[in-house]
């Protein structure tokens, strides 16, 4: 038997009909899957490497860190730091430490000098002797020699220069008495028992927009009979009596005068006889007691003022009356 001319196929048979399938069906088939499969292959895209960017490097740029913050502080420092932080830090400290301690010693300083006492630092320009020691006056040294404690206005080199400030000073209503000691004048306002009071009578003095210094000075006196040597001896006594109680009372403070004894003192200097170069310091030293005793009644301080005049008068007609 031949083989028919016909490509081998399947028979079917469907609701009574014959169909035959071929086996080019399958070929069929085949060929729509070659085709579904060249058109897949036709979408797709073919990438190929660029030759120019073959060898080159791209760098991509890592993200940005979270910055610490900074800390300042005293020997702390930040995780981040540089070099020169410990640096910063340790002058921060030390310039924390001068300013905070130069307010404490300029509050110390402060303290220390209201602590003080109120004296300024008043020079003696002239030293007759050297040490000097807190001693009343009134001592009787060589001979007639009076030692006293005076506050002085000034040293001059002439007369008339001294007599133009001695002027300005009592237009202040401040006793000022003119002596020459040795080639110079030299203008005393006051006289107190000791060098200490001097100084305390000084700044008070200098109140009175005066300028004041305080020394220790001794006059020479002279008498031309003996009996009078008594007398003169008693008066340099009362001189030291007076001369405590005024300066003391302008001072604000009160003497330690025996005033039995200074009374008694008094009383017969003024019934004694003396001659006449004593009679003017006898009548100084009475006005100066007179003028303690008004200020006693009225409290007035140019009454103690009178009191440091008369004196001073009494220790210049002392200087007198050795000439």
Known sequence: MGKSGKSKGVTIKINGEEKVFADNGRMESEEAASEEQEQQDESFEWILPDEMNENKIVLVPSPPKKKMPKLIGFGASSRKGSGNRPIKTFLIAVICAVFFGSILGLIAVKTITREKAAVPS??????????VEDKKAAVKENGNQLKTFLVQGGVFSSEDAAKQIQKKILEKKVPAEIFKVEDSYYLFLGSAESLASSKELALFLKSYDVDVYWKEINLEGSVKNGGDEQTLDKMKNVYASLAEISAAKLRGKEATVNREALKKNLNELKTAKVSTELSKMNADLSAAAESIAEFELSKKEDKLLQAQGSLLEFLSSYQSSAS
Do not use: D, G, H, Y
Request: glycine share 0%; aromatic share 0%; net charge neutral.
């Open 122 to 131: 008043v020079e003696t320009p002239i030293s007759t002797k050297a040490p």
